[in-house]
């Protein structure tokens, strides 16, 4: 596992997961970026979104039944309100 902010290292990746901040525009226009650039079709593109529907990131993309929702923390409404930087 790796991670990098530059997209034209993932063309060749088999899972990528998106971990931006969680801007519905931003995961939007990141989803299809990342759909362009990853080469493999049968690729599984996941986002770490707790709040922002997983189909709204899917449609970005030409491939809707591999946009997979994770979230590796406790779920949302547990979590305490975050801070601004």
Do not use: W
């Not at 034209?8 to 970026?33: C, H, N, Q």
């Not at 986002?47 to 997983?54: D, K, V």
């Not at 189909?55 to 949302?76: E, M, S």
Request: charged share 20%; aromatic share 4%.
């Amino acid at each position: 596992m790796s991670y990098t902010t530059e997209l034209a290292y993932l063309a060749d990746r088999d899972l990528v997961i998106e971990a931006a901040v969680a801007d519905l525009d931003l995961k939007i226009s990141l989803s299809a970026e990342i759909d362009g650039t990853v080469k493999r079709p049968d690729a599984i593109l996941a986002s770490s979104t707790p709040s922002i529907p997983i189909a709204r990131l899917a449609q970005a993309t030409g491939r809707l039944a591999q946009v997979v929702g994770l979230h590796f923390f406790n779920p949302v409404s547990v979590h305490p309100p975050a801070t601004a930087r």
